[in-house]
């Protein structure tokens, strides 16, 4: 897949939408999430949080995140519309295996981007994760899942 790896920064994924960030990114990015997780847990049932903040794009973008979550076989907690701080607290709080909020934090509107965390929301960093992640997307380094994820809303995590 062509993509822009400049998104891949040292503590989260950023990138102009839709020009290096978008929708079959955003797949792609959860299919790769979930394979690193996978590795790190061999075995075990994946329960992924995804939130996003309130960009026009971020809706799009976490239909597409989700769906490549589930399509690998995760099993997400949409906790919706959440700050990046209670989007922490629910990974941690409710013991969750991970997580990725969509949002480009500080960045302007037409920015959006990823930050990801392991179990107990410990974040996932450039050579802890991050660059591998991007190197598997490139390389399509990922087989998809026979069995499919589920999705559950959980809301009013605050």
């Known amino acids: 897949m062509d993509i822009d790896s400049s998104i891949f920064k040292s503590y989260d994924i950023r990138g102009v939408y839709p020009a290096s960030l978008n929708e079959k990114v955003a797949y792609k990015f959860g299919q790769a999430y979930t394979a690193l997780l996978k590795k790190e847990n061999p075995g075990k049932e994946l329960n992924i949080v995804v ?43 409710y013991k969750f295996d991970g997580g990725v909020q969509v949002s480009a934090s500080h960045n302007p509107k037409e920015y959006n981007g990823f930050k990801l965390v392991r179990a107990g929301g410990k974040p996932i960093s450039g050579d802890k994760g991050i660059y591998e992640i991007r190197d598997m997307i490139i390389k399509n380094d990922f087989a998809p899942s026979e069995k499919k994820g589920t999705v559950t809303v959980k809301a009013n995590v605050l």
């Not at 949409?78 to 701080?85: A, E, I, K, N, Q």
Request: charged share 15%; hydrophobic share 40%; glycine share 10%.
């Open 51 to 93: 939130g996003c903040d309130m960009r026009l794009s971020s809706p799009s973008l976490k239909e597409n995140l989700i769906k490549g979550l589930t399509d690998s076989g995760c099993n997400v907690v949409d906790v919706g519309l959440v700050s990046t701080p209670t989007f922490y607290f629910a990974v941690a709080f």
